[in-house]
C-alpha cells in the first residue's frame, strides 16, 4: 500500500548540506504495524514527515495506495492528509487555545462532515479514548496521558487508513505509556496501518516488523511473529 523507492533528502542550512534520507527503499501492507528504530539524526522524523506528505523528498519515487506522490496536485495532497492519514506526535501538538472536544472536532471541520455526523463521531472517539470526562478542558489542564489520548483521538476520528506515530511515548511515563500503546495496538488490529518511531523496545513490541535506520539507511529489518 505503500511503496517507497531510493529516497533521498537532502537539507541545506548556510552552505552546510546534510543528507538525511541517503536512499531508502520500503514497503508497507495495509494494515501492517511497522516500528521505525536508529539512533538520534538518523532521519526517522524525516521520513515520517515525507510519508505523511507533509514534505517532499528531493529524489525517489512515492507510492501511495497506488498513486505516485510525485503527480499529485498539491491539494490532492492536502486532500490525502486530512482523510487519509492520522499523526501522533511525542509533543502531543494539541491547538492549546481550544478545548479537548474542540481539538478532536478539527479534522471534521476540515473535511466540511455535517455538524450531527460530526459530533456523533467525536462523542465516541472521546469515549473510546477514555477522555469524554475532560471534554470541556484546555490541553494545559490535561496530564501527559491525557494529552496523548486526545492528540490520538485527533488522529483517529476521520479514520484515517495510516497513522504516523513519532515517539508517541516520548513524553510519557511508563504506565501511560503502555496505555497509549495498547490503544495503538487496538487501532491496528482494527485495520488502520501504523507506522511509529520509537526507541522504545516495549513500544517496538507491538509492531510486526522493525525497521532499524542508520545514517538515512535502511540497516536491518527484524520481523516479529
Ligand atoms: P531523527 O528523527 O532520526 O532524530 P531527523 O529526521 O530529525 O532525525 O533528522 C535527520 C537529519 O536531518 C539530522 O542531521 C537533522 O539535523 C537534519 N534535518 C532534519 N530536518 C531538517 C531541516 N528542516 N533543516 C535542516 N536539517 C534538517
Ligand atoms: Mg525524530
Redesign the pocket.
Known amino acids: 500500500m505503500i511503496q517507497i523507492v531510493n529516497l533521498q533528502k537532502f537539507?541545506t542550512?548556510e552552505e552546510v548540506e546534510?543528507t538525511?534520507l541517503n536512499g531508502i527503499s520500503m514497503s508497507v501492507k495495509d494494515g501492517e504495524f511497522v516500528a521505525i528504530m536508529?539512533p538520534?539524526?538518523?532521519?526517522?522524523?524525516?521520513?515520517l514527515t515525507i510519508l505523511g506528505l507533509l514534505d517532499n523528498p528531493s529524489e525517489g519515487d512515492y507510492n501511495f495506495y497506488g498513486t505516485e506522490v510525485a503527480k499529485m496536485t498539491e491539494r490532492q495532497r492536502a486532500q490525502l492528509r486530512k482523510g487519509s492519514i492520522g499523526f501522533v506526535f511525542q509533543s502531543f501538538n494539541l491547538i492549546d487555545e481550544l478545548t479537548v472536544y474542540e481539538n478532536v472536532e478539527l479534522p471534521l471541520l476540515y473535511l466540511k462532515t455535517p455538524a450531527d455526523e460530526r459530533k456523533q463521531r467525536v462523542e465516541e472517539v472521546l469515549e473510546r479514548m477514555s477522555i469524554m470526562h475532560r471534554r470541556n478542558h484546555f490541553p494545559q489542564q490535561l496530564s501527559g496521558g491525557q494529552q496523548q489520548r486526545t492528540a490520538i483521538a485527533r488522529a483517529v476520528v476521520a479514520k484515517p487508513k495510516l497513522i504516523l506515530a513519532d515517539e508517541p511515548t516520548g513524553n510519557l511515563d511508563s504506565k501511560n505509556g503502555e496505555e497509549v500503546m495498547k490503544l495503538l495496538g487496538e487501532l491496528n488490529d482494527e485495520g488502520t496501518t501504523i507506522i511509529m518511531?520509537t526507541h522504545s523496545p516495549y513500544d517496538a513490541g507491538f509492531a510486526h516488523r522493525i525497521v532499524n535506520?542508520f545514517d538515512g539507511k535502511v540497516v536491518t529489518e527484524n520481523f516479529h511473529v
Open positions: 537539507f542550512t546534510t538525511a536508529g538520534s539524526g538518523c532521519g526517522k522524523s524525516t521520513l518511531v535506520l
